[in-house]
């Protein structure tokens, strides 16, 4: 009689397992892939499951979301002016260039004109002139001439990290920030502390004796938000005196300058912007910096320091968009650009990632371009960091192999830039990977360059980066062995919610 009891309890606690993870998972609108992932975790993991629900499914607070996407594009009608005012003499730049070689246009933006749309209808960033950029593609040269520019700085320093880790270079770029802060300079920090593993508030108390500013991203600002371990600052920003702007992939901590030798040798790729396009950076630290404050009195505001539009006398004609995305916004917009521009290139997509776990829509337009005669290649780590999401890249780059894409392993250490060329024509640099988690759960930002001498260099390193690559092919996805493919298969189907 006992066990019988105890058979209709177990069968009760199951029944109403499974009605509570229903009423869980479609109390709010979800995709369909990542519904079905928490219906069989919240299924076969009674109880446990909904802890991990707890950490990892809920959403961002509605007075969060608002607190982000409400934020005022802070500078953007001044940046709209200094377009207008500009565009006369970009048009006979061009003029100028078109009359020396019809065949060579200096303006490269014909060839995208409908991403640029997108983006600027989208999510209202405009595309900038007047930009030099230069690529850094090891950490201790990009930590180099980034103290640098901070350095030289003569009123302001904006710094946005998803990892401000305590640490050898941590340590000497805080020193260098309360240096500034100590000359007089307003200089701000908004770091994510959860990318921030270790670091603690009162490792800045010297940093805010001197006059600095620092805050924790806003997701993580009380405990019922820091619960909601799914919600990222991924973004990486550094703004110098509103003219000089940093993004890509790059955080700060050891491992990023090779100190450490858990990975080997860091790959990354970062963007130096001096121009135009740094007010689009400005705005959007504003924006994450007012969102994250707490008393709107604090706010910080449009003047002409923080958007100078008198250090701007640039002969190049380099045309940029930033573009930022993040779970405030119903569309996946860094995504789509990436599907638009993916179906739309003639002769080769080339992409850079840590990680490859594409939903779907992604996936299809990988295949498709691929059956379409483009050159399709994606670089990979060798190694993990995460090691489900690692499963879960092996499982595509084999399944990507089997449709004729091009799939490298990098080999000489850790690969972890986000970098991206179409045609040789157009390339991006950024935060964005290739997984869920950047899709729809990060808040990211990406440089979009449109500019063949930029997209030749970054091809370039691609290139180079082959030299110490493993191709994919189907002799090397047969030798992983059943064991291995049953973890790629088995962390797959949890990948929309890693």
């Not at 996407?69 to 260039?97: P, T």
């Amino acid at each position: 009689m006992i066990d019988v009891w105890i058979i209709w309890l177990i069968l009760i606690i199951l029944l109403l397992n499974t009605i509570s993870a229903l009423i869980t998972v479609f109390h709010r609108p979800r995709n369909i892939v990542t519904t079905w992932a928490w219906i069989l975790v919240l299924t076969l993991l009674p109880i446990i499951g909904f802890l991990i629900y707890a950490f990892f499914g809920r959403g961002i607070a509605q007075e969060k979301i608002f607190s982000i996407s409400n934020q005022k594009h802070v500078g953007l009608d001044q940046l709209k002016l200094m377009e207008l005012a500009d565009d006369a003499k970009r048009k006979a730049i061009e003029r100028q260039d078109k009359n020396k070689d019809p065949n060579n246009r200096s303006d490269q933006t014909h060839y995208a004109d409908h991403i640029i749309k997108f983006f600027n209808e989208t999510e209202e960033t405009p595309l900038t002139r007047h930009n030099e950029v230069e690529l850094f593609f090891d950490g201790k040269e990009k930590f180099k001439k980034m103290f640098e520019d901070v350095r030289n700085a003569k009123e302001t320093v904006h710094v946005e990290y998803y990892a401000f880790i305590k640490s050898d270079i941590g340590e000497q770029f805080l020193e260098l920030l309360t240096q500034k802060a100590k000359e007089g300079l307003e200089v701000r920090l908004l770091y994510d502390p959860w990318g921030s593993n270790g670091t603690r508030k009162s490792w800045f108390k010297d940093f805010e004796a001197a006059g600095g500013e620092v805050l924790q991203f806003i997701t993580s600002k009380n405990v019922i938000a820091k619960t909601r371990l799914n919600y990222h600052l991924h973004r990486k920003i550094v703004v110098v005196d509103g003219c000089v702007g940093w993004t890509g992939g790059f955080n700060v901590g050891d491992q990023y300058v090779n100190v450490t030798d858990k990975f080997g040798y860091w790959r990354d790729t970062h963007v130096r912007i001096k121009g135009v396009a740094t007010l689009l950076l400005q705005e959007r630290f504003f924006q994450d910096w007012n969102a994250s404050i707490e008393r709107r009195e604090e706010a910080l505001s449009f003047e002409e320091k923080y958007f100078p539009s008198d250090r701007f006398d640039i002969d190049a004609n380099l045309p940029i968009q930033i573009v930022t995305d993040g779970p405030d916004r119903r569309e996946e917009v860094l995504k789509d650009g990436f599907i638009d521009m993916i179906v739309s290139a003639k002769k080769s997509v080339w992409i850079q990632s840590p990680y490859l776990v594409p939903d779907d829509p992604m996936f299809t337009a990988l295949t498709i371009a691929a059956r379409s005669g483009v050159d399709v290649r994606i670089m990979i780590p060798c190694m993990p960091d995460h090691p489900f999401i690692y499963r879960a890249t092996q499982y595509y780059a084999n399944l990507l192999t089997s449709y004729g894409i091009k799939i490298y392993s990098y080999q000489k250490g850790f690969l972890h830039a986000k970098a991206s060329v179409f045609d040789d024509k157009i390339c991006t640099v950024g935060s964005m990977n290739q997984d869920f988690r950047s899709y729809s759960l990060n808040f990211e930002a990406n440089a979009f360059i449109y500019d063949a001498k930029i997209s030749h260099k970054i091809s370039r390193a691609f290139e180079n980066d082959m030299k110490d690559s493993l191709l994919i092919t189907p002799e090397v996805i047969k030798s992983q062995g059943h064991w291995l493919h049953f973890k790629q298969r088995f962390s797959r189907l949890l990948s929309p919610i890693l």
